[in-house]
């Protein structure tokens, strides 16, 4: 499955953006999206597995994942954005394992930069 991260971009602290995660050559079936920081490695955001939603507890509510079937594509709505979720957004899909980690995921997209000002 190949995957085209987009939807990225410069807004201000406390604007939202939505994020897509298009899938080709096969199903987006349950997927996650984690995010690269400068000088950090790979945090997982948030992640779509068999239908349940699972975040990092730190976004409190402020991120919301979701899937469109028809479009075979996942999105990423974030609000209140702030300075501190800067950082190059990766969608993946789930293989096996711990869903909050990295390594449980193949078929990494290119990434999207999101980046929020003060």
């Known amino acids: 499955v190949q995957l085209q991260a987009s939807g990225g971009g410069l807004v201000q602290a406390g604007d939202s953006l939505k994020l897509s995660c298009a899938a080709s050559?096969?199903?987006?079936?349950?997927f996650a999206w984690f995010r690269q920081s400068p000088g950090k490695g790979r945090e997982f955001v948030a992640a779509w597995i068999g239908g349940g939603r699972n975040y990092d507890t730190s976004l409190k509510g402020r991120f919301a994942i979701s899937r469109d079937n028809a479009k075979n594509t996942g999105f990423l709505q974030m609000n209140t954005l702030s300075p501190e979720d800067t950082g190059i957004y990766f969608c993946?899909?789930?293989?096996?394992?711990?869903?909050?980690?990295?390594?449980?995921?193949?078929?990494w997209g290119q990434g999207t930069q999101v980046t929020v000002s003060s």
């Open positions: 050559g096969g199903i987006l079936d349950s």
């Open positions: 993946a899909i789930y293989d096996t394992g711990n869903i909050r980690v990295s390594g449980s995921y193949t078929d």
